[in-house]
């Protein structure tokens, strides 16, 4: 059976000390975050912040990818053809999609550092990074309530929680965290939920070039009409929503040019040009 | 340290059978407490050693009280069903023996991992099983430690009430299952069974949460477009998908009043549940595309099978003038399962807004490219039949569209879930 692609935070996947190793070859292995994310595959979108080629010979390329929550280390060599080529070519900062494997790296007993080894990168637009951070936000949500009723269980029982209605996975992967980890600080993720939902770029950067897009057109509309004495507030306004503007927009971008100081109002309700 | 012994002594003498004398016994005891084993363990370590039997503190239950994750179990049932099969461990062929046993307050499926020579109708004391959990519902183990004996004591079977499942849920492998739902399409065909000619009714039925293929093998006097109550059905995986069956031990009842049908076309369900299920008739699902695998794009049919072949040669009709055709195979995936999706040449075409003839005009890079660009990493609602075998689920779509997802929406109903939360 495939494995699901989980969307965990960096926040949350990097803090994991714990990995069930799959026995056999069929067996997958897991790595199990404090919050109970039993992950083997993961799909994360983020900024790729550097690209660094680590090999002393041939290629091995690291890359670190942020997001709302902390940073992943991503690591393609010579069997991640397209993963490397992709980031031997990748510019920095952009936004991009992994999808990839969890790896694990263990110079001691009892120090464990997480990875990614990509199967697929690509580069996507603020929108698909934001619908991201709200994916892996509801995700993990849903396992801090899962988290939070197994805690409440003596002992926590995984059928339990499937009975409540948890996938088994989720139900497995707290099961297991809570046995590995003890108690769980549910604030840490409420905290880093609420800083992922506070992270979001698409509105903000489409509003404002929107808003840069309309005051063009409103100055058009203001020389257009201004004449001697200046052009009426609502004459604009009219003119703008019929070329298909909103009225908020016309009136936002209007008082954007008036800070700017493209236009001034040198009688009340009217507008010119300076 | 001397501490005294004589109670626990008088334990194990209790345990332990035939010409054993106190002496030997507590020094024994004394030797592994020396050792520095706690009282209790040494305690069963001479009562094993004497040949005794194990003191196993043994938890009484009813089958109807028996939970998942039960140890040390202990009850008297009656073998409803049992059944010899093979199966490999660790690379040895093993017999083992499936079953049903049940008392007053409920029937629960067993496995006997020896031959403790059951059979259907004995009544039987059971001591030191185990239980795990299969379907939902806890599964006994008879393990090597556990102890059978017949005992003449009389079990009154409880009547199994039947389990009430919305369409969604059902997997194949249930039994006495009531559901309440529509009668989407109904067709009713011959068939011979060992040499007698049988009506069995087919088709579709429905309720809010899904659709599933069903079987009946009785006529109950149901219509398509009624709405029914069936108590007493079971469900078997039928051509990777669930099947919902029933006969002459199910009762189906006419309801009079309309239900509200899933319209999948707006709704999706997680993809896990589309996994446990194995498959199911008319599916939506959203997540991200994750992957597109070879074979998408321009591919070459044989005229005469319809089969895809490669470089002019169909694997049955031999060399032939292929009929290009077009299609993606992708894994969308939503973070709790994920299954394989084929898009054919209609929902390639909505879905790129691309025709093939415009497909045909560019080289298998290009192709590659443009559908990778397009869908990798995005959200798609799909939809159609989910078809389970040993590589997973595939989903054969017949309606796909891109989904813009609602951010800011989804961002506010979060925040305020996590409000309520705190």
Redesign the interface.
């Known amino acids: 059976?495939?494995?699901?692609?989980?969307?965990v935070f960096a926040g949350e996947y990097n803090e994991s000390t714990h990995v069930l190793k799959g026995e056999g070859e069929k067996t997958p292995s897991y790595v199990i975050t404090p919050l109970g994310a039993k992950v083997n595959r993961l799909?994360i979108?983020g900024v790729l912040t550097d690209v660094e080629n680590v090999a002393q010979e041939g290629e091995m390329w690291r890359a670190h990818l942020s997001d709302p929550t902390g940073i992943y280390s991503i690591y393609a060599g010579q069997y991640q053809p397209e993963p490397a080529a992709f980031l031997s070519r990748a510019e920095t900062p952009s936004y991009v999609?992994v999808?990839g494997k969890a790896r694990v790296y263990e110079p001691e007993e009892g120090t464990l550092f997480v990875s990614i080894r990509p199967?697929?990168m690509?580069e996507?637009d603020a929108?698909?990074r934001?619908?991201w951070i709200?994916?892996a936000?509801?995700?993990t949500?849903t396992r801090?309530?899962a988290m939070k009723e197994a805690m409440e269980m003596d002992p926590p029982?995984?059928?339990k929680l499937?009975?409540l209605g948890y996938?088994?996975?989720i139900a497995e992967g707290v099961v297991e965290a809570l046995s590995a980890y003890g108690d769980v600080d549910i604030e840490h993720y409420?905290f880093l939920?609420?800083e992922a939902?506070a992270h979001?770029e698409?509105?903000k950067i489409e509003y404002m070039k929107e808003l840069g897009e309309a005051e063009e057109k409103v100055l058009e509309i203001v020389k257009k009409c201004e004449g001697e004495d200046g052009a009426l507030w609502d004459e604009i306004v009219d003119s703008g929503e019929k070329e298909g503007m909103e009225r908020n927009l016309v009136e936002e971008a209007l008082a954007s040019l008036m800070d700017k100081g493209l236009v001034y109002e040198p009688i009340l309700g009217k507008l010119k040009t300076t | 340290m001397s501490e005294d012994l004589g109670a626990v002594v008088d334990e194990i003498m209790k345990s332990v059978e035939g010409d054993v004398s106190r002496e030997d016994v507590e020094s024994n005891l004394r030797k592994f407490i020396d050792y520095g084993v706690p009282v209790e363990q040494a305690k069963q370590a001479v009562i094993k050693k004497y040949g005794g039997k194990q003191a196993v503190q043994v938890v009484q239950k009813k089958l109807g009280e028996v939970e998942p994750d039960d140890r040390r179990l202990s009850f008297i049932g009656k073998i409803v069903a049992i059944d010899e099969r093979e199966v490999e461990v660790r690379g040895e062929k093993k017999k083992i023996f499936r079953g049903l046993i049940g008392d007053e307050t409920a029937v629960l499926p067993f496995t006997a991992w020896k031959d403790f020579g059951l059979e259907q109708g004995e009544v039987v004391r059971v001591k030191n099983a185990s239980a795990g959990e299969w379907g939902g519902q806890p599964r006994l183990n008879f393990s090597e430690w556990t102890e059978v004996e017949k005992t003449d004591e009389q079990v009154d079977l409880i009547k199994r009430k039947p389990q009430h499942y919305d369409i969604i849920d059902l997997k194949p492998g249930l039994s006495n299952i009531e559901v309440k739902a529509k009668l989407l399409t109904m067709e009713e065909r011959e068939v011979s069974v060992e040499g007698t000619i049988k009506k069995v009714y087919t088709g579709i039925m429905g309720d809010m949460t899904g659709k599933i293929r069903y079987t009946s093998w009785t006529d109950f006097g149901i219509r398509e477009g009624d709405v029914v109550e069936i108590k007493g059905a079971y469900t078997k995986s039928w051509r990777g998908a669930p099947q919902l069956i029933f006969d002459e031990n199910a009762t189906v009842e006419k309801i009079d009043e309309d239900i509200a049908i899933s319209e999948m076309s707006k709704k999706s369900i997680p993809i896990y549940k589309l996994v446990e299920a194995g498959g199911g008739v008319d599916v939506a699902v959203e997540g991200v595309v994750i992957e597109i695998q070879s074979g998408s794009g321009i591919i070459y049919r044989c005229p005469k099978c319809n089969r895809a072949i490669s470089e002019g040669v169909c694997p049955v009709d031999g060399e032939v003038e292929g009929i290009p055709d077009l299609r993606i195979k992708a894994v969308v995936d939503d973070g709790t399962g994920a299954v394989n999706a084929v898009f054919n040449r209609e929902t390639t075409e909505k879905l790129t807004e691309k025709t093939l003839e415009e497909f045909r005009g560019m080289n298998d890079g290009e192709v590659e490219e443009e559908l990778k660009n397009l869908l990798i990493a995005h959200p798609i609602h799909v939809e159609g039949n989910a078809l389970s075998d040993e590589y997973g689920v595939t989903l054969i779509v017949q309606d796909a569209e891109m989904v813009t997802p609602a951010v800011e929406q989804e961002r506010e109903e979060l925040l305020s879930k996590m409000e309520v939360m705190e």
């Open positions: 059976m495939r494995e699901p692609a989980l969307r799909f979108v999609a999808v199967e697929m690509k996507v929108m698909l934001d619908y709200v994916e936000c509801k995700h949500y801090m309530k029982s995984v059928y499937k009975e996938p088994s996975l409420q939920i609420k939902l979001f698409t509105g």
